[in-house]
């Protein structure tokens, strides 16, 4: 794991309570940066919590609990405008500021198209585009007037080859690329940067529920010959927000062990 000093960053993760989020939040937190992590389970949320404060610990050398004032829990519907503002008004009441974004929320309703409901489509644009679209309208406003700050999107293989199955969440996930590249032009002016990180079959709970016989398909088809670890994702996001990527925006970085070329 990349280590950097982020002890005057305040990092916003959605989807932080578990699989990638969760990782990327840890990794943050281990470099001493303060968290919000926004999740919709209040059980996850604490767990979470939990693990963060211990990660923060490897950088403070405190207990967690003496750290636990510089890593919070929001529970916020990314796809709600009214709870997004909410949420990130309480934030800034909290932090004073918002130095990271990293929008890792996301939901699958995978079905083939001829069978997919209006709302299975409608549920994963929700929160995987529009979800990126209210916390980046909402966190860049402070950004902006602080004239710097970062902005990671996680985006996915899919959104650039599609997927069988996937229709909603290839095109979110498309959508979300094509959101990053528009809006780094829109924020360079005021120093903001804006990237995206496209993970291939990662180990969470989202694969874990496929078929052993399917992931050894996949498993082959990649070549380095596995699946990848959160970490992976959490370290490209620790490069993405360290002054050493200050001239990189708008780039979607591709992390997959080589499945796609």
């Not at 699989?19 to 990327?24: A, C, K, R, S, V």
């Not at 767990?47 to 967690?64: D, G, H, M, Q, V």
């Not at 003496?66 to 916020?76: L, M």
Request: charged share 20%; glycine share 10%.
């Amino acid at each position: 794991m990349l280590k950097l000093k982020l002890s005057d960053r305040v990092a916003v993760i959605t989807g932080g309570t578990r699989g990638i989020g969760l990782g990327i939040a840890k990794a943050l937190a281990g470099c001493g940066a303060k968290i919000a992590c926004i999740g919709t389970n209040p059980e996850a949320l604490n767990s979470a919590i939990k693990e963060i404060c211990i990660a923060r610990n490897s950088f403070t050398c405190r207990l967690p609990l003496e750290i636990q004032e510089e890593v919070e829990g929001y529970i916020c519907n990314v796809s709600v405008t009214e709870e997004v503002e909410r949420t990130i008004e309480n934030i800034l009441t909290r932090f004073g500021k918002i130095d990271i974004l990293v929008n890792c929320a996301g939901i699958t309703r995978d079905v083939p198209l001829g069978a997919m409901k209006d709302d299975q489509w409608d549920d994963v644009i929700n929160v995987n585009l529009r979800g990126p679209f209210l916390m980046t309208r909402a966190c860049s406003k402070t950004m902006r007037r602080a004239k710097q700050g970062r902005i990671i999107n996680i985006t996915s293989i899919s959104g650039l080859i599609g997927n069988k199955g996937q229709a909603n969440y290839s095109a979110s996930k498309a959508g979300l690329i094509g959101f990053t590249r528009t809006v780094s032009k829109e924020l360079a002016s005021k120093n903001i940067t804006v990237n995206a990180i496209a993970p291939g079959f990662i180990e969470t709970d989202m694969t874990a529920v496929l078929p052993e016989p399917l992931k050894f398909e996949i498993k082959n088809r990649i070549p380095l010959g596995r699946f990848g670890h959160p970490e992976d994702i959490a370290n490209a996001v620790l490069y993405f927000v360290s002054d050493e990527a200050s001239f990189v925006t708008g780039q979607v970085l591709t992390i997959d062990g080589g499945m796609i070329r």
